[in-house]
Structures are given as C-alpha cells and as structure tokens.
C-alpha cells in the first residue's frame, strides 16, 4: 500500500469565540510532486489583488513544514483586515498545522513531502471593532486549522455517514432565511 497523500480535502467551523473570531479554513493536503504542489506553486505566483497568497508562518523567517500556503476567501481592501489577517490569523494557521502534526494527523516524516493550501476566512467586521480579542481569535483560528487538517486526513466525514444524515442535517444560513432572518 503507498503512502502518498494525493489530495486530501478538509474544514471545520470553530465559532466559539467572541464576535468576530470565529474560523472556517477549508485545506486541500497532498504531495509537493502531485496535484496540490502544483496548485501551490501555480497560486504563489500567481498573486490577485485582494486575495494575496502567503505562506504560514510563525514569524518573519520562520516558515513551517508542511508548506502551507494560506489564501483569503474575502476581498482584502482594508489596511487593518490585512493586518489581521496576516498577522494573528497567519500566526493561528502556522501553529494549527504544527498541532497536527503533532497530533499524528500529518506524519511528521513526510513533513517536506506534503503542501497544504488553506482558505481562511475572517469575518470582515474585524475593521469595526475596537476591542479585538486577538487571543481569543488566534485560538479559534489555530483550533479550526488542525481540525480541518484532522478531517481532511481521517476523511471525514465519511460517506456512510453523510447518508444517514442527509436529511437530518439542514445548512444554517438556508434555515435563517427559511425564518426570514437573512
């Protein structure tokens, strides 16, 4: 049996927190020489106004293993946004994929084998609120990293699973405007 990686897929919703913290990083994990190190490599350098691509890191200089390239899912336009984003959030992510490792979830031998590419999101209303808790933001953030690694990579959920809740399960946002609250 190989133990290549070819393309794993994984989220998870953590929104725990206080308002305005809340995290849902959607990962696509596999090996640097298949399909995902091509798709990283294409969207390092292929920048987009807006959306800038950057590797998570701990700090200046200090990239993590797996290469993991973190990419906005909102329309960056706002100095304090990027700030945000590429700072606690970046910082979270970095910390989440060495958690998973950790963990076991990545195996830690193949850790210059494997690239990871996370949508990150974080709610735009960050630039309105004074009192930030840049703690609790990086915790949620950092929590919902290594549990879309952890899913990605025990594939979850499971198609068995999706089956018998299929018709248990109804997405939030449909359910609020069934209520008329969106």
């Known amino acids: 049996m190989s133990n290549r990686i070819v393309l794993r897929t994984g989220e998870a919703l ?10 849902e990083p959607e990962v696509v994990i596999g090996d640097l020489d298949g399909p995902v190190g091509t798709a990283l490599a294409t969207l390092t350098g292929d920048q987009v106004k807006g959306h800038s ?47 998973a490792v950790r963990a076991g979830y990545i195996p830690k031998d193949r850790a210059n084998e494997i690239g990871i590419i996370c949508s990150v999101w974080l709610a735009p209303t960050v630039v ?23 899913k990605a990579m025990s594939n979850e959920p499971d198609i068995d699973w999706l089956l018998e809740n299929q018709e248990k399960i109804v997405h939030k946002y449909y359910q609020m405007g069934l209520d008329g609250k969106i």
């Open 14 to 23: 953590v929104a725990d927190g206080p308002p305005g913290t809340a995290a």
């Open 128 to 150: 309105d609120m004074d009192n930030l808790d840049h703690k609790a933001l990086f915790d949620v953030q950092r929590r919902g990293m290594t549990e879309a690694i952890r």
């Open 53 to 99: 691509r950057v590797f998570a890191i701990l700090n200046t200089g200090v990239q993590v293993r797996p290469v993991t390239l973190c990419v906005s899912k909102v329309t960056v336009e706002n100095p304090r946004y990027t700030n945000i984003l590429m700072g606690t959030v970046q910082y979270a992510i970095a910390n989440g994929v060495l958690d």
